[in-house]
């Protein structure tokens, strides 16, 4: 039995694992209930999401091909975490991510901030997401080869105005840019117009 601040694992069944995730069925004891609970749950590694601003102040955003949902959605670059790490090394994940899947790095004098982390859907899953602001970024080449895997078809920069629209009109879908815009909207870093 596993023990969690008074969450008991009484039992875990396992029924499928690879490199991305594996599906469990757990019967758990909460704080609140006194007989165990089953529920099914996709584990899944930790993950960054990457905002990348550049000096002008837009943000660098990938076009790219999701098969689960049969789309190709804007999204901002994110990657999952290989291991359990230092919180120093998720920065350093989030930084490889945005060079891999944008060509675009960190200038010299900028900055990675931490802007907090969430759960990507807690009714199924424990992915949590690590969000950073890195700015300010600049191309570092001016073609960019994106790797088959990632099936990222384009990457563009974008006004926060532009975004905010993307938001409104249904462009941007996805819970890592949506939480990401909430955030930077929230923290003040992005001041949208009165209405």
């Not at 609970?37 to 990938?62: D, Q």
Request: glycine share 4%; proline share 4%.
């Amino acid at each position: 039995m596993e023990e969690r601040e008074n969450w008991t694992t009484i039992s875990s069944d396992a029924h499928f694992a690879d490199d991305h995730l594996s599906v469990v069925t757990e019967r758990v004891r909460t704080p609140h209930r006194t007989d165990a609970h089953a529920w099914t749950i996709v584990r899944r590694k930790s993950a960054v999401v990457v905002a990348a601003m550049t000096a002008e102040g837009n943000f660098v955003l990938i076009q790219q091909e999701r098969i689960p949902i049969r789309k190709a959605i804007w999204e901002m670059p994110a990657g999952q975490v290989d291991q359990l790490c230092d919180f120093g090394s998720f920065r350093d994940v989030a930084l490889r991510e945005l060079r891999e899947e944008t060509g675009y790095a960190l200038a010299p004098n900028g900055e990675t901030i931490f802007l907090g982390d969430f759960f990507s859907s807690p009714g199924f899953t424990d992915e949590r997401e690590f969000l950073f602001l890195a700015r300010p970024v600049q191309r570092v080449a001016q073609t960019h080869t994106y790797v088959d895997a990632e099936m990222i078809l384009e990457c563009r920069e974008f006004s926060p105005a532009q975004i905010t629209a993307m938001v409104a009109d249904d462009t941007i879908r996805d819970a890592n840019t949506l939480s990401m815009w909430a955030r930077l909207i929230a923290k003040g870093i992005i001041q949208l117009p009165a209405r």
